[in-house]
């Protein structure tokens, strides 16, 4: 079970993810003591390994960094649930080995602290709280193919040797 990490607000960036001062490392680890603090400066001590971040309109948007990525999955959030994301960052999610879910409606749909479920192959994230469904496209198959192989490089290197 996932708790929700609920920020209603659109636009938020990749600096307000991981903030700029931070982009000496790329450990995830490291980067994951600071992810989100711009915006919730207790994010970190709140979140569980597995929890849900969900937001509004355009989340990543901002620089093309994977460092913003590499700080979610370092603070072991299980995936991103927005309204839409910046097109840059959505790929890197992919391209990083990260899921993430668009859906318009749950933001209207989920609160800060409600329990989730998700179930990825079926597109469907079920709220405990407030025993509601609410339905999502999965990704496509290339896409989870390079999520599940832990990101594109290691699925490269997969595909390569399989040839």
């Known amino acids: 079970m996932s708790k929700a990490h609920v920020y ?3 636009h938020i960036n990749t600096d307000e993810i991981i903030p700029a001062r931070y982009l000496n490392t790329d450990n995830e680890a490291e980067l994951a003591t600071h992810c989100m603090e ?9 979140a569980k390994t597995g929890d849900v971040i969900v937001a509004g309109e355009d989340f990543g948007c901002g620089s093309s960094r994977e460092h913003a990525v590499w700080a979610l999955r370092g603070a072991k959030v299980q995936t991103v649930i927005a309204k839409t994301f910046a097109r840059i960052f959505y790929r890197n999610a992919i391209n990083c080995g990260f899921y993430l879910i668009e859906s318009k409606e749950a933001i209207d749909k989920i609160a800060n602290g409600d329990e989730l ?3 990825y192959d079926k597109g469907v994230i079920k709220n405990k709280t407030k025993n509601i469904e609410i339905s999502f496209n999965p990704l ?3 896409a989870l193919e ?3 192989d832990g990101g594109l ?5 997969k595909s390569v040797k399989s040839v």
Do not use: G
């Open 153 to 157: 490089l290691e699925h490269i290197k």
């Open 117 to 119: 479920e998700i179930d």
């Open 146 to 148: 390079i999520i599940k």
């Open 8 to 10: 209603k607000r659109d």
């Open 38 to 46: 711009d915006i919730d400066v207790d994010f970190v001590k709140k």
């Open 140 to 142: 496509p198959d290339f």
